[in-house]
């Protein structure tokens, strides 16, 4: 059975810092790509970051671009999101989110999400 | 950025009855090399992750009930429910996952008449 499961989410302060785990189980965590995708509370979905299944090759939306960065322990079975200069817009629940075979971006498992609240 | 729309915001629906939902991308979607559309549906229910339903425009992921079904090609898309069950109601979302940044569309909410 295919599982994600989030951690590290809270209560932090606009300009703090935070780091989001996802361990994963269930499948060849690396050989699939890997995403994480936020939804603000009341909102849509907004695609933030995907990671390659080698961890080379990153991708990020420009709202996060420069304070996020998304990295993979293949060895760990682990996805990351280091958030750094979080600002109130970054509320959210973040999920982790499985690709799709190949580079085929589409989500296909997702975790249950970790609230982020950024607020003084 | 490739931006999608969804339409209607919300329809009501009787039991049983057909709920058709609508994607439009601001650009095509379909990729000539291959001939997919790189056009994904979810469904997300109250409290609930996402559920990948449709990929590809119109294959349906295993285990997604076959009275949900995808079609469409290049920049419009819809889903459509045959025969709307109670378990559906939810807010749908089309993904494009042809280009980055990956849009989703800002969802239909699905509810019974």
């Known amino acids: 059975e295919v599982q994600l499961l989030e951690s590290g989410g809270g209560l932090v302060q606009p300009g703090g810092s935070l780091r989001l785990s996802c361990a994963v189980s269930?499948?060849?965590?690396?050989?699939?790509?890997m995403s994480w995708v936020r939804q603000a509370p009341g909102k849509g979905l907004e695609w933030v970051s995907t990671?390659?299944?080698?961890?080379?090759?990153?991708y990020y939306a420009d709202s996060v671009k420069g304070r996020f960065t998304i990295s993979r322990d293949n060895s760990k079975n682990t996805l990351y999101l280091q958030m750094n200069s979080l600002r109130a817009e970054d509320t959210a629940v973040y999920y982790c989110?499985?690709?799709?075979?190949?580079?085929?971006?589409?989500?296909?498992?997702w975790g249950q999400g970790t609230l982020v609240t950024v607020s003084s | 950025d490739i931006v999608m729309t969804q339409s209607p915001d919300s329809l009501a629906v009787s039991l049983g009855e057909r709920a058709t939902i609508n994607c439009k991308s601001s650009?095509?979607?379909?990729?000539?090399?291959?001939?997919?559309?790189?056009l994904a549906w979810y469904q997300q229910k109250p409290g609930q992750p996402p559920n990948l339903l449709i990929y590809?425009?119109?294959t349906r992921e295993s285990g997604v009930p076959d009275r949900f079904s995808g079609s469409g090609s290049g920049t419009d898309f819809t889903l459509t429910i045959s025969s709307l069950q109670a378990e559906d109601v939810a807010v749908y979302y089309c993904q494009q996952y042809y280009s980055t940044p990956f849009t989703f569309g800002p969802g239909t909410k699905v509810d019974i008449k």
């Open positions: 590809w425009a119109s």
């Open positions: 269930g499948f060849t965590f690396t050989i699939y790509p």
């Open positions: 989110a499985k690709c799709g075979p190949e580079i085929d971006y589409y989500f296909d498992y």
């Open positions: 990671v390659s299944d080698s961890g080379v090759s990153t």
């Open positions: 650009q095509s979607v379909l990729y000539i090399s291959n001939n997919k559309n790189y």
